[in-house]
Antibody
Framework: QVQLVQSGAEVKKPGASVKVSCKASGYTFTGYYIHWVRQAPGQGLEWMGWINPNSGGTNYAQNFQGRLTMTRDTSISTAYMELSRLTSDDTAVYYC???????????WGPGTLVTVSS | QSALTQPASVSGSPGQSITISCTGTSSDVGGYILVSWYQQHPGKAPRLMIYEGNKRPSGISNRFSGSKSGNTASLIISGLQAEDAADYYCCSYAGSSTWVFGGGTKLTVL
């Protein structure tokens, strides 16, 4: 069965970077995109971007241009989301979600809480 | 991109039907069939309920349906049940391989 396992909660200081992983199993990793979506406490969902694990190609939301990097390691079926220059506004649960190519997020991981605090 | 506009909350009694709207622009909701809806219970990950406007993934009850008119998409839940109480989010393709979510709607089953 399809599974997305995300890395554990993180606490970071303002100005630091965070890297969250998303390990896929139960399907062909390179056959589906991985989207990243975040949710600040008590707030709605915010689309961040996607990575095509097959080619490594990415597309980021304009709000994150310049400080967001998505990568993947196909040998271990894992996608990564790295966000730099963190501020308190980046405190959120970060979700990875599988999607057919050029399609909406369909199957979601459990989320990773990232807390930014001095 | 600006978030799609959803009502903050809706409510209904068991057995009733409710509709949640999702308003965008001709650059997102109005321009594509790729509108989806997600259900999220507290502390849980979102779950896909409707895609391409009115299609249901396997395992989703036919009490859930979707529609679209112009720049507004709608999620309709009929025969409300207690377990339908959750937050609901719409999501639309917004061109250039980007996606945008709505602000979310809290559904209360009275």
């Amino acid at each position: 069965q399809v599974q997305l396992v995300q890395s554990g909660a993180e606490v970071k200081k303002p100005g630091a970077s965070v890297k969250v992983s998303c390990k896929a199993s139960g399907y062909t990793f390179t056959g589906y995109y991985i989207h990243w979506v975040r949710q600040a406490p008590g707030q709605g969902l915010e689309w961040m971007g996607w990575i095509n694990p097959n080619s490594g190609g990415t597309n980021y939301a304009q709000n994150f241009q310049g400080r967001l990097t998505m990568t993947r390691d196909t040998s271990i079926s894992t996608a990564y989301m790295e966000l730099s220059r963190l501020t308190s506004d980046d405190t959120a649960v970060y979700y990875c979600a599988r999607a057919p190519p050029e399609d909406k997020p369909s199957y979601w991981g459990p989320g990773t809480l990232v807390t930014v605090s001095s | 991109q600006s978030a799609l506009t959803q009502p903050a909350s809706v409510s209904g009694s068991p057995g009733q039907s409710i509709t949640i709207s999702c308003t965008g622009t001709s650059s997102d909701v109005g321009g594509y069939i790729l509108v989806s809806w997600y259900q999220q219970h507290p502390g849980k990950a979102p779950r896909l309920m409707i895609y391409e406007g009115n299609k249901r993934p396997s395992g989703i009850s036919n009490r859930f349906s979707g529609s679209k008119s112009g720049n507004t998409a709608s999620l309709i839940i009929s025969g409300l049940q207690a377990e339908d109480a959750a937050d609901y989010y719409c999501c639309s393709y917004a061109g250039s391989s980007t996606w945008v979510f709505g602000g979310g709607t809290k559904l209360t089953v009275l």
